[in-house]
């Protein structure tokens, strides 16, 4: 087969990434089935290297596949995570004990780890959100179904949570916002921004990104009834492993 372009189709890379995606979404080939190699590409379609590897590399942004080095390119079938906005953060949730993220996941297993709390001073940004210079951080990423699938990096005012379990490994049923209503600061009010961004070397490796991944960034202010600013959460998602949902009415 040529790899000279045809008029009004797709390149033969994108044809044979709708390929090999039509046989993953059929069940032909299956999680876990290691997908044909750059050379089995080439000699099945005549074409170059660089084009079979332009293959692949549709998939793998896509989140249907993952590298692994020295082994090949295999199917990773995983269902994405619905990040509902305001049904995560509602009281209901953390007011009753539950994780926030237990709304995101639905009964699928999630772990946390490289868990980094420290009292930092804030930066020139942070200091203005949070009106504080000094500030508590906690650090930590998220894994579901055993994939990481977010970074997150909540501040706080130092001067609010000094001695409470927000500046603890464990922070006890409910998470953060459950100690800050402890604290007599519950959030009722969130703004969350969101933007789409080529990672940082630290995040890919984090996260195991394929490269050429892009990551979803959202930053999300906590405020009291008062309006006070209670947290800046800066949260960093594989944007492969996420929907983002929000309703709202007309």
């Known amino acids: 087969m040529s790899e000279s372009p045809v008029p009004h189709e797709p390149p033969i890379y994108r044809r044979i990434a709708d390929g090999l995606r039509a046989r993953i979404l059929s069940g032909e080939l299956r999680d876990g089935d290691r997908l044909p190699g750059e050379n089995a590409l080439m000699a099945e379609y005549a074409i170059a290297r660089a084009t079979a590897r332009q293959a692949l590399a549709v998939l793998i942004n896509e989140g249907l596949a993952v590298p692994r080095r020295g082994s090949g390119v295999y199917v990773r079938l995983f269902k994405p995570i619905r990040r509902h906005g305001s049904r995560r953060l509602s009281r209901e949730q953390w007011g009753q004990g539950r994780a926030i993220w237990d709304a995101d996941t639905r009964g699928r297993p999630f772990t946390v780890d490289a868990l980094e709390v420290a009292l930092e001073r804030a930066t020139e940004d942070v200091a203005a ?36 379990a927000i500046t603890l490994a464990d922070t006890g049923p409910g998470g953060v916002y459950a100690r800050l209503s402890d604290l007599g600061l519950p959030p009722a009010h969130f703004t969350e921004e969101v933007r789409a961004r080529m990672p940082t070397p630290r995040e890919s490796s984090l996260l195991d990104l394929p490269a050429g991944t892009p990551v979803i960034v959202i930053a999300r202010t906590a405020y009291t009834s008062g309006g006070l600013p209670v947290e800046l959460n800066e949260m960093v998602l594989d944007s492969a492993a996420y929907v983002l949902q929000y309703d709202f009415d007309a």
């Open 129 to 164: 959100v949070l009106e504080s210079g000094e500030i508590w951080v906690r650090r930590r990423r998220y894994s579901v179904d055993a994939r990481p699938v977010q970074l997150a990096t909540s501040s706080f005012p130092a001067r609010l949570v000094e001695g409470s």
